[in-house]
């Protein structure tokens, strides 16, 4: 089921605490990765938001993530597609009729495609398997992230260039667990989630901010970490996609 979540622009938000941190990079456990590309601009005002989550099991704390963010961005006044992709049973098959780029799409991948393009911001929550997403997140990216929807080749390039990236999108969050230790992930297996997300997929897409935040060790933390955890996506949410206050 597709949830579309609207929250009224006008309605009042909390006051956030003035001592609210900035953002930084970070080494430990739960680190976040900012401004990967110089930065984006912070988007004032009530903002369309896509929200993509990846794990087969709902008791899961990838679920517990995606609904702290939830949240969050309802709570600032966000309008939100929201997309659990097992849930919906997203089908991550790419037929060969939908690789050109003016390819008949299915109304549920029609509907994807046009969130994506309009979103302002989007958030990618899943975990780490293998270093890589999950097939299923894998085959979203397949059929929604396509030519003529998040990039595009000049005119007379065959596809051996560089794409000019198409999405409007700002700024995105990636948020990923892991049963591996920081400092393996990184020295042993140069953490390939970065790479990917950052500069294989959003950076040739036209997203200018880049976030991400790896939650590890997952299997051994206690209830105390992990609320510590969702905190910190709370106020992940409440830096990048904040509220702002009606006028009226």
């Known amino acids: 089921m597709i949830r579309k979540i609207i929250i009224e622009a006008v309605r009042d938000c909390l006051v956030k605490s003035p001592g609210k941190k900035t953002l930084r990079h970070a080494v430990t456990s739960g680190r976040r990765r900012t401004n990967a590309f110089g930065g984006g601009r912070i988007k004032e005002g009530n903002m369309q938001l896509s929200l993509i989550l990846a794990h087969p099991d709902p008791a899961s704390f990838n679920h517990a993530i995606a609904q702290a963010a939830l949240e969050a961005v309802q709570a600032n006044a966000h309008t939100v597609f929201f997309h659990d992709l097992y849930r919906e049973k997203f089908d991550p098959l790419l037929p060969a009729l939908e690789m050109a780029r003016d390819a008949t799409l299915p109304d549920s991948i029609r509907q994807h495609c046009d969130e994506i393009a ?90 200018s901010g880049f976030y991400r935040r790896m939650f590890n060790v997952v299997v051994t933390s206690t209830k105390d970490t992990r609320k510590k955890w969702l905190d910190s996506v709370r106020e992940d949410m409440d830096m990048i996609f904040p509220c702002v206050k009606s006028s009226s």
Not at 135 to 162: H, M, S, T
């Open 118 to 207: 309009a979103a302002d911001g989007i958030i990618i929550i899943h975990p780490n398997w293998w270093g890589q997403p999950p097939a299923i997140l894998k085959g979203w990216v397949d059929r929604v992230i396509r030519p003529g929807v998040a990039y595009e080749f000049l005119e007379g390039d065959q596809g051996e260039g560089v794409p000019i990236g198409l999405l409007k999108a700002r700024n995105v969050f990636v948020y990923n667990t892991s049963n591996t230790e920081p400092e393996r992930e990184i020295n042993i297996f140069g953490d390939p989630l970065e790479t990917l997300w950052k500069n294989c997929i959003f950076g040739l897409c036209g997203v």
